[in-house]
C-alpha cells in the first residue's frame, strides 16, 4: 500500500503545480517541497509542509483540497490512518474542481483499510478488507500488482 501512496503524491506533482498559478509563492514552496519529501519517502516532512500550504490562506480551493488529499496520504503511508482519513474528507468537503479525485482515493483508503468484513450497512452491501487479503483478492482474480517508483 506505501507504493500506491507515494505514487498518488508522485502523480500530484503536475496536477498540484498547474494549479498553483493563483497561489501566494510561499504556499507554492511548502506544496512543492512537501511533494518532494514524499516522492524521496520523508512523510513527516511532507505532512509539515503540507500543513504549513493548508493554514497559509494562500491555496485555491482547488489547491487546498489537493493539499489535504496528498497529505493524507502521507499520513497513511506512515500509519496514522486516523488522521489520513480526516484529511481525506476534508478534501471532499471543500467540493471543488479536485472532488473527484479525493473522492477515488478516499475510497481506495477505506476499501484498503478495512477489517476483512463483509454485510450490510443499511441499505448499502459493503466489503472490507486489510491490504494483504484485499492484495490476494485482486492477484487471484488474475489482475497483476504494478508497482510505481517514487
Do not use: P
Not at 505532512?47 to 493524507?72: M, V
Amino acid at each position: 500500500m506505501r507504493a500506491w501512496f507515494g505514487a498518488q503524491v508522485a502523480a500530484g506533482i503536475m496536477a498540484f503545480a498547474a494549479s498553483s498559478a493563483a497561489m501566494a509563492a510561499s504556499a507554492v514552496e511548502d506544496a512543492n517541497a512537501a511533494v518532494q519529501a514524499a516522492r524521496q519517502g520523508n512523510y513527516e516532512e511532507a505532512i509539515e509542509l503540507f500543513t504549513n500550504a493548508i493554514n497559509s490562506d494562500e491555496l485555491t480551493l482547488k489547491s487546498r483540497a489537493q493539499a489535504y488529499a496528498y497529505r493524507g496520504i502521507a499520513k497513511a503511508a506512515i500509519g496514522d490512518y486516523d488522521s489520513a482519513g480526516l484529511d481525506l474528507n476534508s478534501a471532499v468537503v471543500l467540493d471543488s474542481d479536485y472532488n473527484a479525485d479525493a473522492l477515488a482515493v478516499r475510497g481506495f483508503f477505506h476499501l484498503a483499510r478495512g477489517d476483512n468484513q463483509e454485510g450490510w450497512n443499511g441499505e448499502r452491501f459493503g466489503a472490507y478488507y486489510d491490504w494483504q487479503t484485499w492484495q490476494t483478492l485482486v492477484t487471484g482474480a488474475g489482475f497483476s500488482e504494478i508497482e510505481y517508483g517514487v
